[in-house]
């Protein structure tokens, strides 16, 4: 307390010679108006300590992948321990990355029961799309430069033509499920997403919006 009374005199009479942007400089404040000055003062010195725990935000920033998506898992849980059912915010910025690492955070927001609200800051390519489309339905946002894509999922690997075989037939499920989670998100059928899916498509933040992936451009 001692600190915060010390700022009184000097905080008062600094608001008095310059004022605060409230019109009151050139004058003494007032014992009503030094009051909200000091209420003023203590807001905005707690929101400097204020930190991405305390606002319950994660960022996904760069390639998914498992020791990234662990940590974003991690956090989830985390929050939902400490105050289960409060919202918790993940911003995105992706290209995409490992779509088995993607669908452990997509099936990590659906068991919590705090509703995960998504963000698109820049970028939402592939997977990532998957996970901003998979965001609590009405809260799920991005930035009006903001590009999102997304298309089939690759395997990447060669093999032998039975292995190929196997393979394919457990990425053409995978491929079907990410297609779903797109489908349910936006409120469009599963055969026109996969239809679609079949070429990179490419959406600016408005088309982005009218497809259903997102609900609101900010």
């Known amino acids: 307390m001692e600190l915060f009374d ?34 003023w003062k203590a807001f905005e010195d707690i929101q400097k300590y204020r930190t991405l725990d305390d606002l319950r935000t994660i960022l996904y ?3 998914i992948e498992s020791d990234k998506s662990k940590e974003v898992i991690r956090k989830m849980l985390e929050f939902e321990a400490k105050d289960a059912g409060e919202p918790i915010i993940m911003k995105i910025s992706s290209s995409g990355g490992s779509a088995l690492d993607g669908l452990t955070i997509v099936e990590t927001m659906r068991t919590i029961t705090s509703p995960v609200m998504t963000f698109c800051l820049g970028y939402a390519f592939s997977m990532a799309l998957v996970i901003l489309a998979a965001g609590e339905p009405g ?14 999922i690759s395997a990447g690997r ?16 995978l491929n079907e499920q ?19 899916m079949r070429a990179d498509i490419w959406m600016a933040a ?13």
């Open 6 to 39: 010390s700022r009184k005199s000097s905080d008062r009479s600094r608001a008095g010679r310059h004022g605060d942007g409230s019109g009151l400089a050139g004058r003494h404040l007032t014992d009503e108006e030094a009051t909200e000055f000091e209420r």
């Open 61 to 63: 920033f760069g390639e």
């Open 139 to 152: 809260y799920r946002f991005c930035t009006r430069g903001s590009w999102m894509m997304m298309h089939q």
């Open 158 to 173: 060669y093999q032998r033509f039975d292995e190929l075989k196997t393979t394919f037939s457990f990425y053409e499920r």
């Open 178 to 196: 990410l297609a779903r989670i797109i489908a349910e998100g936006s409120h469009q059928k599963l055969e026109k997403v996969e239809q679609d």
């Open 206 to 218: 408005e088309e982005a919006k009218d497809l259903r992936m997102i609900d609101e451009i900010i």
